[in-house]
């Protein structure tokens, strides 16, 4: 198992900055990509920004230019840097790591608590 401890979410004003952090325990070795996804109200959930052990990043459109996604492996912690943040940015947001389960490759999708990010004048 995966355990997933997100912190860094609040309240920043339009075109203000936020850092998420989100920090794994458990089975990290299983671990082959780390990432973000949001969900607001009354909406599905999205990706925001994942990144492999190698080091592929991939940013939702909407995002991309505005957030950057990070790892310090040595800390099995996962970054997000949100920039430039606007209303429309206001979700709860979700740490998620996709562990390999085995040998065949298929995976599972572990999930933070969220952290609440409100982006308001």
């Known amino acids: 198992q995966v355990q997933l401890v997100e912190t860094g979410g609040g309240l920043v004003q339009p075109g203000g900055s936020l850092r998420l952090s989100c920090q794994a325990s458990?089975?990290?070795?299983?671990?082959?990509?780390m990432g973000w996804y949001r969900q607001a109200p009354g909406m599905q959930r999205e990706l925001v920004a994942t990144?492999?052990?190698?080091?592929?990043?991939n940013y939702a459109g909407s995002v991309r230019g505005r957030f950057a996604i990070s790892r310090d492996n040595a800390r099995n912690t996962v970054y997000l840097q949100m920039n430039s943040l606007k209303t429309e940015d206001t979700a709860v947001y979700y740490c998620?790591?996709?562990?390999?389960?085995?040998?065949?490759?298929?995976?599972?999708?572990?999930w933070g608590q969220g952290t609440q990010v409100t982006v308001s004048s």
């Open positions: 998620n790591a996709v562990a390999v389960v085995n040998i065949e490759g298929a995976t599972v999708h572990h």
């Open positions: 458990g089975r990290i070795s299983s671990i082959n990509t």
């Open positions: 990144q492999t052990n190698g080091g592929t990043t």
